[in-house]
């Protein structure tokens, strides 16, 4: 069973930025693609970013050109760089694992088979 764990949350301003973690405690994690999802307080949880085995990354509409998802499969993390932060990204992040390596239910949350536990990113006015 995959575990993940999700760190680098916080409070920042706008205009700032974050980078987010995630490590897996998965055998030949470099096979997985990987997911980042967030949920704001009252709203439905949306696709961020994914990347899949190799360097393709997949992102939405609201995030492109301002976050960067990126992995090191040496150590078994992805990341998730937040620039140009707004209070709309407020929410909780959380990163998702899939052994399917296509882009195939990417963008849905039912496409991933495990989650991490969400960490709290805020961004004031």
């Known amino acids: 069973q995959v575990q993940l764990v999700e760190s680098g949350g916080g409070l920042v301003q706008a205009g700032g930025s974050l980078r987010l973690s995630c490590t897996a405690s998965?055998?030949?994690?470099?096979?997985?693609?990987m997911g980042w999802f967030r949920q704001a307080p009252g709203k439905e949880r949306e696709f961020v970013g994914a990347?899949?085995?190799?360097?393709?990354?997949y992102y939405s509409d609201s995030v492109q050109g301002r976050f960067t998802v990126s992995r090191d499969n040496a150590k078994n993390t992805v990341y998730l760089q937040l620039n140009s932060l707004i209070p709309e990204d407020t929410a909780v992040y959380s990163c998702?694992?899939?052994?399917?390596?296509?882009?195939?239910?990417?963008?849905?949350?039912?496409?991933?088979?495990?989650w991490g536990q969400g960490t709290q990113v805020t961004v004031s006015s």
């Open positions: 990347i899949l085995p190799g360097v393709t990354t």
């Open positions: 998965a055998r030949a994690f470099s096979g997985y693609s």
């Open positions: 998702a694992a899939r052994v399917v390596p296509t882009n195939a239910g990417l963008t849905t949350s039912q496409g991933y088979d495990t």
